[in-house]
């Protein structure tokens, strides 16, 4: 596990904020998984490499996780860390093989026209993620399924909404063409860093909209399954409280530095889940509308 665990201390994500609410060895299957995601999502973005390059590696990538699916033997050392995890929580090809559509979706496509389509890149990239996570977790009941996507999906239009600065930077717009025309806000315009009250009022309907899947995911969430969940819920929790913080913000998001949670606040957000979960409740603070 030593390259699982190294990317995953390097990071210093959310994502791998999260398991340490979870018991060891549910926690060392989540830092090989981590870092398959981590890998292959950075291989997408090394804007610095030629796409066609970059495409080439991750289907080098999507063939090495498929041979540690059969069974086989992976030869990239994430791979080989994470295969002992493959077969024992039966994580499906398929899945893997979403994700990395997701990553080379971001080779292709700089503009996305509608929420259809970014929906699909959500679900791809993050939905995808927690799907495979739910697995690792342990959960009873089939609605906890449509749970981790609703989740992945709040998660990733906070992200979206939080990176729009930092995203333009690299000639990336996610937000989509149907919005920007419906707020007249143009492509200059968030290319070009331009804040606007016409910005503020887009940025609030697509808040509203990832308010609707956090609130889904928890509508969703079969009591059977919440204990389970509880690093899903602390990520649902951390997320709730950086879209709250965008908001106060008034969703300038130009500034030079990235708007985001202190490590204080993410910490008090970990002891506070962990209180609630010692008190018998392993539901997240988020998605009260």
């Known amino acids: 596990m ?3 665990r190294a990317i ?3 990071s210093a994500s959310n994502l791998a904020l999260a398991f340490i609410l979870l018991p060891k060895p549910k926690r060392d299957a989540m830092s090989a998984l981590y870092a398959f995601c ?3 999502d950075d291989v997408a973005d090394e804007d610095s490499v030629p796409a066609e390059e970059r495409r080439r590696e991750l289907s080098r990538w999507r063939a090495d996780v498929k041979l540690a699916c059969d069974n086989q033997a992976p030869g990239i050392p ?4 994470l295969q002992p995890v493959i077969q024992n929580f039966s994580l499906p090809f398929g899945l893997f093989d979403e994700l990395v559509k997701g990553c080379e ?3 292709e496509i700089t503009r996305y026209e509608d929420f259809d389509q970014l929906e699909l890149y959500c679900y791809r990239v993050a939905s995808v993620v927690g799907l495979l996570s739910i697995e690792i977790f ?4 089939p609605a906890t ?5 609703h989740l992945g999906k709040a998660l990733q239009f906070t992200n979206i909404l939080r990176d729009v600065g930092n995203d ?3 000639g990336r717009i996610y937000l989509p063409r149907s919005e920007l025309k419906k707020f007249n806000v143009s492509e200059n315009d968030i290319l070009e860093g331009r804040y606007s009250e016409q910005f503020r009022a887009m940025a609030e309907s697509i808040a509203a909209r990832a308010k609707g899947f956090y609130a889904a995911a928890r509508a969703l969430l079969p009591s059977e399954d919440t204990r389970s969940m509880i690093a899903a819920e602390l990520m649902g929790t951390v997320y709730w409280r950086l879209l709250k913080k965008l908001e106060r913000a008034k969703f300038n998001v130009f500034g030079q530095q990235t708007l985001k949670l202190s490590k204080p606040q993410k910490l008090a957000i970990v002891f506070r889940s962990w209180l609630r979960f010692s008190l018998g409740s392993a539901t997240g603070n988020y998605g009260n509308l």
């Open 8 to 10: 995953t201390r390097k």
């Open 38 to 40: 981590r890998e292959v």
């Open 2 to 4: 030593q390259h699982s």
């Open 145 to 149: 399924r449509e749970y981790a996507i």
């Open 138 to 141: 342990g959960y009873k009941k």
């Open 105 to 107: 979706m971001d080779l």
């Open 168 to 170: 333009a930077a690299r």
């Open 78 to 81: 994430v791979n080989v860390e």
